[in-house]
């Protein structure tokens, strides 16, 4: 039996990286830096690829007025939120641009070679359940489809599953046919998806606006309460704003951690960086502005409480039924589904590959991880937890507040503590010779310590909002919650280094390195290389530098 169990795990064991040694569990081809033919974002595909991401935010408006913001405020909140949003993310581009590693190794350079397997493995668990939930969404445009081509024959198909199951055999079918969909993606690495973005960005624009223009037509542009608000105390609104612009960037605190795992394949350093700055507030913001018009305009008119787009495609179904309204509909849903396909492989399914790359690099490479993660939507159960108690729901939707000092400590590392020098060939060694990385037994503790006292603070606001009794004041630091974690992190891990600095940090102190000296132009690491040395791609020929 122990000789059957060797011969499989032979026989799934990943081929060793040319150079690398066999036995090695530290690095396998997508935990070492990009190549330069890979390297083939540039910045018209960061363009696409944001705008395609960015401008999915229907909803989000709708948070905006559940707090109690009306319709221009909550614009302003959204604007607001999403700018912040993107400086974060520019910042936490610049490591992957310039040295061309992904969210692991970067994870590696500032926890530890042992310590970032936690945060790593919180980030795969989070991006797995995540990757299931959005799946399921996107079973949500798959019926609309189903229900508009096949109509009542569809729609009539028998449920032979229980109520507790919290699915219905029509809605299980159409899970079925999206994983389906989503089947084919887990083969490509990120560099290959590029025209997959433009496509996607093609067929948003007019989705959205299809729907915006439908509901403003058929309402003569009432909208309704938007244009009023109950009276409240200055005070009242400007804690209701804090409240709006920590919920906008918690739903883009995703998308701020995983910043490495899309710049690494960027053709230039800076290709990732200014294309966000621009695209991502105008997108977020655009797209959420007409969801509150459209729904609220809808819901006025036919006294229903919808905010979902699946909902309103189904409502027009219902008020609407005929041949040129289904086509309509067919065509709505199905660039929805294109919409909510891209957000969950930019966001999720590329995220996990990552980390799962990571946590068995000896076995499972980012295509092995992401046909993992296909694999366990299923084991996820997303129709469960969206019909469980709201409380779950509300933990999830807390990961932004436990990744923000994550991101508040890389770039406190990056961009003063080490002044953006990161040793490639440190990333791959384990033991104490390693001077840069391996820090206290694998574990940065002045790195622990400030994410520990970072997620502290808003903790006890974090557990009001799952039903725990807590004081007003905590409450309200939950308003704070992203921004105060991570101002928290960032300034708890720069003075604990300057008065305990880590070994690495001594070390480029004692070399007298400039910002990013170590990563000249087109470098690129190659196993076998010392920790100061890297390949210089000049045209078709490559020279140690």
Request: aromatic share 16%; hydrophobic share 50%; charged share 10%.
């Amino acid at each position: 039996m122990s000789r059957l169990f060797k011969r499989v795990r032979e026989s799934i064991k990943l081929k060793p990286v040319e150079g690398e040694m066999e036995s090695s569990q530290w690095v396998n081809e997508d935990l070492l830096p990009t190549p330069p033919e890979k390297q083939t974002w540039r910045w018209w595909n960061y363009v696409t690829f944001y705008w395609s991401i960015s401008f999915t935010n229907w909803t989000l408006g709708s948070t905006m007025i559940g707090i109690g913001l009306n319709w221009w405020q909550a614009i302003l909140v959204i604007f607001l939120s999403q700018s912040i949003s993107s400086v974060a993310m520019a910042f936490n581009s610049r490591a992957a641009s310039v040295y061309h590693i992904g969210f692991p190794c970067v994870a590696r350079s500032v926890f530890g070679m042992w310590g970032s397997y936690y945060f790593v493995g919180a980030r795969a668990v989070m991006a797995v359940i995540w990757y299931g939930v959005q799946m399921y969404f996107g079973a949500q445009y798959m019926y609309n489809i189903l229900r508009a081509i096949f109509g009542h024959h569809f729609t009539d198909i028998p449920n032979s599953l229980p109520q507790s199951a919290g699915i219905t055999t029509s809605l299980m079918l159409a899970f079925l046919l999206c994983w389906l969909v989503h089947l084919p993606f887990c083969y490509f690495r990120p560099y290959q998806l590029r025209k997959f973005f433009w496509f996607k960005t093609i067929v948003s624009l007019p989705s959205m606006f299809g729907l915006f223009i439908w509901a403003m037509v058929n309402t003569n542009g009432h909208v309704g309460g938007l244009y009023s608000s109950s009276s409240r105390s200055a005070s009242s609104t400007a804690w209701l704003i804090l409240a709006g612009i920590n919920s906008g960037m918690g739903n883009t605190a995703n998308m701020i951690t995983n910043q490495p795992d899309f710049a690494r394949w960027a053709h230039n350093r800076n290709a990732a960086v200014w294309t966000q700055l621009a695209v991502n507030p105008i997108a977020v913001t655009l797209s959420a502005s007409l969801g509150i018009l459209s729904t609220n305009a809808i819901n006025v008119k036919y006294g229903t409480d919808i905010w979902n787009q699946w909902d309103m495609m189904n409502l027009i179904l219902d008020k609407y039924w005929a041949p040129k309204t289904r086509f309509a509909i067919f065509l709505c849903a199905f660039a929805w589904l294109v919409q909510i396909l891209g957000t969950n492989i930019a966001a999720n399914m590329i995220s996990f590959g990552s980390d799962a790359a990571m946590l068995l690099p000896s076995y499972i490479n980012m295509r092995r991880g992401q046909f993992l993660a296909q694999s366990l939507a299923w084991v996820v159960c997303p129709w469960k937890i969206l019909a469980s108690a709201a409380k779950f729901q509300t933990f999830l939707s807390g990961y932004g507040l436990f990744m923000a000092s994550v991101v508040a400590i890389m770039l406190s590392d990056y961009f003063y503590l080490t002044k953006g020098n990161v040793f490639i060939s440190s990333l791959y060694t384990c033991n104490r010779g390693n001077e840069n990385y391996y820090y206290h037994c694998g574990w940065n503790l002045q790195a622990v310590a400030a994410y520990v006292i970072g997620i502290a603070l808003p903790f006890p606001g974090f557990c009001g909002e799952l039903g725990a009794n807590v004081s007003a004041a905590a409450a309200h630091i939950m308003d704070l919650a992203w921004i105060l974690s991570f101002t928290a992190s960032f300034i708890v891990y720069f003075i604990m280094c300057s008065i305990w600095p880590t070994q690495n940090m001594r070390y480029v102190k004692e070399k007298g390195y400039t910002f990013e000296q170590v990563a000249p132009d087109g470098a690129c690491y190659e196993p076998g290389l010392e920790k100061d040395e890297v390949i210089v791609h000049v045209g078709p020929r490559q020279e140690a530098a």
